[in-house]
């Protein structure tokens, strides 16, 4: 047993294409807040460090300054304790240093220097100065705490330097972040319109599908079968719809055996009834009276409507058989029109009718006779119609994908309860003719077959004077 393929469906895929679009938008947006949050993170130790850079130097000189004055006082008093703040002073002093050291990058020229002019202090300090010699000792400690404070300038100086040597690759590293979380977005922006791109086109393609199969159906095209591939949910659709249209099919040709068979039950029965009317018209059975006679003609006249409507109705499920046959040959329309002109000739000429054919020459891949069936029943009704001396007109255009045909005439044209059913079969509208016999109904139900068949629609439009159909051809390629 085959192995069953398993299909998704398309609320599954729209699901699907949903989340992938909502990942690829979410990644990039939580790659972005990533990167701006590490920025951020490094940005807050870069200003805590350099505040903290910048307060051990400060420290540094407050040290030197206490460094300086226990020194002096020293000098002058000799006093152990004087001698021991300036140790402490310097050994604080040197603990931060070496936290500067450990955070700067090398060398560290200033930090060797002060360590050495502070040991060079220390060691004048530690001397016992000679009687008379404690001024010139002053004046040396002087100079080196001068030195000491330009070196302490100096570091100061290093640590801005590298402060804002650390800013600059900071703001380095943020504009390459910005443009790295920028290109992310850009890239997952496209993606994401790439991605609903390709699952529009592969989603809608068999809802265009089956569009098109519904269409066919309507308009009785049932010799396509509908094959919908793509979601399981829409093929399943699609077998329906398939079901459908062969179960119309059988529904179709049991209409059409129907009325063949009933259409021919009837005809043998009416063929006796109206022989039998004839000859009791002809007086074979024997002479009648007056009464007799109008009973007759009575008689006469209703099997012939009858045999008339049996007629019709055979005509008519004889063209929705034939539409759906079609024979396609380049045919130039202009001279197809001039044709059923000429075959009505009689009928317009005994009205004294005028007929202006404009537009073409126009050559379309088309089934001659039954367009041409189609026309000549337009042309018929608008004969019927038209006053005497009025005008008929046939306008032939092409538009982008179609062709229209126009025929206009000047009759009372189309009462607006009719419209709505003016293309339904057996149906006649409340406008007739006095001078014409009554019409079947079946003219335009089967220009309505005809058009169909070929791929186009026939409407009737609003018109200021008698009636306006237009056939549109939608699928007649042009040559």
């Not at 130790?45 to 910048?54: D, F, I, P, S, V």
């Not at 500067?100 to 560290?108: M, Y």
């Not at 009785?220 to 399943?236: A, C, E, F, H, K």
């Not at 005497?388 to 032939?396: M, V």
């Amino acid at each position: 047993m085959p192995a069953r393929v398993y299909r998704p469906s398309f609320r599954q895929l729209l699901l699907a294409a949903f989340l992938l679009i909502s990942g690829l938008l979410a990644a990039a947006s939580l790659g972005g807040l990533l990167t701006l949050e590490r920025l951020a993170a490094q940005s807050r130790a870069a200003a805590q460090h350099a505040g903290e850079l910048n307060a051990a130097v400060q420290h540094i000189g407050e040290r030197r300054i206490e460094m300086e004055r226990a020194a002096r006082q020293f000098l002058v008093l000799e006093d152990p304790g004087l001698r021991q703040r300036f140790v402490d002073a310097a050994s604080e002093a040197q603990t931060l240093l070496r936290q500067i050291e450990q955070q700067l990058p090398p060398p560290g020229a200033q930090a060797l220097a002060w360590r050495a002019r502070l040991a060079l202090i220390r060691a004048r300090l530690d001397q016992a100065p000679p009687r008379g010699a404690a001024r010139l000792l002053e004046a040396e400690l002087t100079a080196d705490f001068r030195d000491l404070e330009a070196l302490t300038a100096a570091l100061a100086e290093q640590v801005r330097l590298a402060s804002e040597a650390r800013n600059a690759e900071l703001q380095a590293r943020l504009e390459s972040g910005r443009a790295r979380v920028g290109q992310q977005v850009l890239a997952a922006i496209v993606l994401a319109l790439a991605a609903s791109l390709a699952f529009g086109i592969w989603l809608t393609r068999p809802l265009r599908r089956l569009e098109q199969a519904i269409v066919d159906l309507g308009e009785n095209r049932l010799d396509r079968s509908v094959d919908i591939r793509g979601p399981s949910d829409l093929r399943s659709l699609g077998r329906r719809l398939d079901w459908l249209r062969l179960r119309l099919s059988e529904l179709d040709a049991d209409k059409a055996r129907f009325l063949r068979h009933v259409s021919h039950e009837l005809k043998t029965p009416l063929a006796a009834l109206r022989e039998g009317v004839a000859l009791l018209e002809d007086g074979v059975a024997g002479a009648l009276s007056a009464d007799q006679r109008e009973i007759a003609r009575i008689l006469s006249q209703n099997t012939a409507a009858l045999q008339r409507q049996i007629e019709d109705l055979l005509r008519f499920n004889a063209a929705a058989f034939e539409a759906r046959q079609l024979q396609r040959r380049p045919t130039e329309l202009a001279a197809l029109i001039r044709g059923k002109v000429d075959e009505q000739r009689l009928q317009w000429q005994a009205r004294q009718l005028l007929i202006e054919i404009d537009g073409g020459p126009l050559v379309a891949d088309v089934d001659p006779d039954k367009l041409a069936t189609a026309l000549g029943n337009l042309l018929s009704n608008a004969i019927r119609f038209s006053p005497q001396r009025g005008g008929i007109r046939f306008l032939l255009s092409t538009q982008p994908g179609h062709i229209d045909i126009d025929i206009c005439d000047q009759g009372p044209g189309i009462a607006a309860s009719d419209r709505a059913r003016i293309f339904e079969p057996f149906y006649r509208g409340e406008r007739q003719p006095e001078d014409a016999l009554r019409g079947s109904g079946i003219g335009l139900s089967i220009v309505q077959e005809y058009v169909a068949a070929h791929g186009g629609r026939i409407a009737l439009l609003p018109s200021s004077l008698g009636a306006h159909f237009r056939i549109t051809l939608l699928h007649a390629s042009v040559a």
